[in-house]
């Protein structure tokens, strides 16, 4: 039996280079509704491709909703319509006949456009160069498992350490703001016994580079929590505010 296709219109944002004008190009795609998006737009690449035209540049890795390389903004959402996936994990089961998808790179000022939907989230790895790890050896998986973790603790550690760093939390704050993301990489650090030794230091300079870089401050909106691929609570961010103030009661100020 002839598999049934989706028709569907696509209005794409095509930008050549970072600093060139961009606009929405308008494509008419037919895919099965078992294609990934991710390889709906690779199909769409070949038919340009075969037309000697310039293929829709757009960032992809393990397609396995691990990376957080993938990232785009579908119908207004970061990651798509459907709640804690990673764009690579949406199927095009999930649109109808017909529809017509916009499909946007995450915008904010402190993630650049490189082409087309790929953006520069190397701002991500300068707040991470600031603070975001353990600088001492902590010896191997059976040391760790001699320090006695209570499991609400260590489930709450893991929790945060879920957070792949896409970016969609920053790109769904109407602020653009980072909190989401280093308050999870803040607490999964805070709340464990190996991460105590740097733990002022650690919040105060992530706070700092993330406000160095252009990132907003958080405004409440809870936006960032429910565009979450990985359900990061907002409870990250309160529990980074809390280390954030004990760092400067009980430590000086950091100059990095
Ligand atoms: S907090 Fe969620 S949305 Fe933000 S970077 Fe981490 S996984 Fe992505």
Known sequence: MEEKKLNLTLKIWRQPAPDAAGSFQEYKISVSPDTSFL???????????????????????????????????????????LPKIATCQLHMRNF???????????RAK????????????????RI???????SVNTGSVPDGNTIPIPKD????????????????????????SAMLFVSAKVSQFA??????PERYRRVQAMVKKMDEL??????????????????ISIKNIARMNREFIAAKVKTEEVDA
């Open 110 to 125: 402190a993630f650049p456009v490189i082409k087309d939907l790929m953006v520069d989230r190397s701002a991500f790895d």
């Open 214 to 231: 252009g990132f907003g401050a958080c405004s409440n909106t809870y936006a960032c929590e429910a565009e979450c691929p990985k359900g």
């Open 96 to 106: 109808k006949d017909g529809d017509t998808i916009w499909v946007e790179p995450f």
């Open 39 to 81: 390889e709906m737009l690779d199909e769409l690449n070949n038919e340009l491709e075969s037309k000697n035209l310039d293929p829709i540049a757009f960032e992809s890795d393990c397609r396995e909703g691990i990376c957080g390389t993938c990232g785009l903004v579908i119908n207004g959402h970061p990651h798509g319509p």
């Open 191 to 196: 709340l464990l016994p190996q991460g105590q």
């Open 153 to 176: 603790i260590a489930s709450e550690a893991m929790d945060s350490a879920s957070c792949i760093g896409c970016g969609a939390c920053v790109a769904a704050c109407k602020n653009a």
């Open 128 to 134: 991470m160069e600031a603070g975001g790890f353990i």
